[in-house]
């Protein structure tokens, strides 16, 4: 059935009652309801628009009107109409009501189907699926469904920026969850690319900046030189041993070296900056913080929605928000006490933010759920050991001596062992715990576990 045919029948229909009992009306709206009985509408429409501009107190005319023009997929015009004869009188109110739902209903499912049908070999439907639902919001404006499935369509097109205007008058008209938490993950997309940019624009530069705080860490002068390259210069040691410095002018650092391990670091005035542009990286930073304030409606409306928590989770790390992220995850916890995952992220939080003790408990909480979780061995063994690289630092800077980071290697040693034998062919687990037997001064096998991740990064077996 053509899709005019309810409206058309609805407006004969008070048509023949007009003809009844309405003889005496103007001549221009007296010939639109015969060119409507004839199916002329558009001459019909002519009239009842000279009849609305010299009788605007007609209310059948605006309703025949709007009738029309909704035929004619003309939806703003219907919507003036429609509104005008409602203003008069509700006569009409049920038909008007009943007209627009359907012209919104064929509309919207006329825009799922070709959105179903749309694909790269086959993008013309994305644009026939927008404009199905572009008429529909225009039958039917009250309703944030509709802009949903136009964001959607945008979205799936790849244009985000109108995707993102959808989803967000979704949320404003009728607080459409699903709009909520797409809204989220369009502005991390967003910052994902300014990120993206930002280390695309500054990659030469960041890569030397990656390279010399690794270098700052390293105890090996072969790795010294696989990330910062030859050296400016070269201070020979007294005569005898095989102690050198090694003098790098960019970066105004030095490293003293004895035979193959670095012994002593020096760091010279004004210090290593490299000029970076972070333009981009500020832009991401401000797409990050509106996905935190999306995402956070959507979990306080969703609390149990791992998937968008985990989409949260990524938006406060790169914002470097971690006290929210804890916050977060440690009510995740509560809702969900057996969620390995959840356990594991808090743990990884918990440890950056110098909380120690709390991050040990999560990751044993972790295994306990799953006691082969490499993954979760790993993190705390190195979590032992931060805790004791931690303690190290903190008495260097009192100049005093606490030998309580030794308890901490020693804890984190057999948690290391059992990652080494399920990461068997990882150079940095092997890095790890020989760091780990140095500082416990088992040297035999500090020298044997560097040994075996040397050996990985050259490919020998």
């Given at each position: 059935?053509?899709?005019?045919?309810?409206?058309v029948?609805?407006?004969l229909?008070?048509?023949?009652?007009l003809?009844?009992?309405y003889?005496?009306g103007s001549p221009?709206?007296t010939?639109?309801k015969?060119?409507?009985q004839?199916?002329?509408?558009?001459e019909?429409i002519?009239l009842?628009?000279i009849?609305?501009?010299?009788?605007?107190?007609n209310?059948e005319?605006w309703?025949f009107?709007?009738?029309?023009q909704?035929?004619q997929?003309?939806?703003?015009?219907?919507?003036?109409?429609?509104?005008?004869?409602?203003?008069?009188?509700?006569?009409?109110?049920?038909?008007?009501?009943?007209?627009?739902?359907?012209?919104?209903?064929?509309?919207?499912?006329?825009?799922v189907?070709?959105?179903?049908r749309a694909?790269?070999?086959s993008?013309?439907?994305?644009?026939?699926?927008i404009?199905?639902?572009?008429k529909?919001v225009?039958?039917?404006?009250?309703?944030s469904?509709?802009?949903r499935?136009l964001a959607?369509?945008?979205?799936n097109?790849?244009?985000?920026a109108?995707?993102l205007?959808?989803?967000?008058?979704?949320?404003?008209?009728g607080?459409d969850?699903?709009?909520?938490?797409?809204i989220?993950?369009i502005?991390?997309?967003?910052?994902?690319?300014?990120?993206?940019?930002?280390?695309?624009?500054n990659?030469?530069?960041?890569l030397?900046?990656?390279?010399y705080s690794e270098?700052?860490t390293?105890?090996?002068?072969?790795?010294v030189?696989?990330?910062l390259g030859?050296?400016?210069n070269?201070?020979?040691?007294?005569?005898g041993?095989r102690k050198?410095?090694?003098?790098?002018?960019?970066?105004?650092?030095?490293?003293?070296?004895?035979?193959d391990?670095?012994?002593?670091?020096?760091?010279?005035?004004?210090?290593?900056t490299p000029r970076i542009?972070s333009?981009?990286?500020?832009l991401?930073?401000?797409?990050?913080?509106k996905?935190?304030?999306?995402l956070?409606?959507?979990?306080?409306?969703?609390p149990?929605?791992?998937?968008?928590?985990?989409?949260l989770l990524k938006?406060?790390?790169?914002?470097?928000?971690?006290?929210p992220?804890?916050?977060?995850?440690?009510?995740?916890?509560?809702s969900e006490?057996?969620?390995?995952?959840?356990?594991?992220?808090?743990?990884?939080?918990?440890r950056?933010v110098?909380k120690?003790e709390?991050a040990?408990?999560?990751f044993k909480?972790?295994?306990?759920i799953?006691?082969n979780d490499?993954?979760?061995?790993?993190?705390l063994a190195?979590?032992?050991?931060?805790?004791?690289?931690?303690?190290?630092k903190?008495?260097?800077?009192?100049?005093?001596q606490d030998?309580t980071f030794?308890?901490?290697?020693?804890?984190?040693?057999p948690?290391?062992e059992?990652v080494?034998?399920?990461k068997?062919?990882d150079?940095?687990?092997?890095?790890?715990l020989g760091?780990?037997?140095?500082?416990?001064?088992?040297q035999?096998?500090?020298?044997?576990?560097?040994?075996k991740?040397?050996n990985?990064?050259?490919?020998?077996?």
């Amino acid at each position: 059935m053509d899709r005019r045919i309810v409206t058309v029948v609805l407006g004969l229909a008070v048509a023949s009652l007009l003809f009844q009992g309405y003889q005496c009306g103007s001549p221009e709206f007296t010939g639109a309801k015969v060119h409507i009985q004839q199916k002329n509408y558009k001459e019909a429409i002519r009239l009842l628009e000279i009849e609305v501009q010299k009788n605007p107190g007609n209310e059948e005319a605006w309703f025949f009107l709007g009738g029309l023009q909704a035929d004619q997929g003309d939806y703003d015009g219907m919507n003036t109409a429609f509104n005008e004869a409602l203003k008069l009188s509700p006569k009409h109110a049920g038909e008007i009501r009943a007209i627009r739902y359907n012209h919104w209903g064929q509309n919207l499912n006329a825009g799922v189907s070709y959105l179903e049908r749309a694909s790269g070999d086959s993008a013309h439907y994305f644009e026939k699926s927008i404009e199905a639902f572009r008429k529909s919001v225009s039958a039917w404006p009250d309703t944030s469904l509709t802009y949903r499935y136009l964001a959607y369509a945008y979205n799936n097109k790849g244009d985000f920026a109108n995707a993102l205007a959808s989803f967000q008058r979704a949320w404003d008209m009728g607080k459409d969850l699903e709009s909520i938490k797409r809204i989220g993950r369009i502005y991390v997309m967003n910052g994902d690319n300014h990120k993206g940019k930002f280390e695309t624009d500054n990659a030469e530069q960041l890569l030397a900046l990656r390279n010399y705080s690794e270098a700052k860490t390293v105890t090996s002068k072969n790795d010294v030189m696989r990330l910062l390259g030859p050296p400016d210069n070269i201070n020979k040691g007294p005569r005898g041993t095989r102690k050198e410095e090694w003098i790098y002018n960019a970066y105004n650092f030095a490293v003293s070296v004895d035979g193959d391990k670095v012994v002593e670091r020096k760091y010279f005035q004004p210090g290593y900056t490299p000029r970076i542009d972070s333009t981009e990286f500020r832009l991401a930073q401000q797409e990050y913080i509106k996905a935190i304030d999306a995402l956070e409606i959507a979990r306080n409306e969703d609390p149990k929605d791992n998937e968008t928590l985990q989409v949260l989770l990524k938006a406060y790390i790169e914002s470097n928000r971690m006290e929210p992220a804890v916050r977060e995850f440690e009510r995740a916890i509560a809702s969900e006490p057996e969620n390995k995952t959840n356990h594991y992220i808090l743990g990884v939080l918990y440890r950056t933010v110098g909380k120690f003790e709390e991050a040990v408990a999560q990751f044993k909480e972790a295994l306990r759920i799953d006691p082969n979780d490499c993954e979760a061995l790993f993190d705390l063994a190195a979590t032992y050991y931060n805790w004791g690289v931690d303690i190290i630092k903190a008495a260097q800077e009192k100049e005093t001596q606490d030998d309580t980071f030794k308890e901490k290697f020693q804890a984190a040693l057999p948690y290391m062992e059992k990652v080494a034998e399920c990461k068997k062919d990882d150079a940095s687990v092997w890095d790890t715990l020989g760091q780990i037997y140095a500082r416990l001064g088992q040297q035999d096998k500090a020298m044997k576990a560097f040994e075996k991740a040397d050996n990985m990064r050259r490919g020998v077996n």
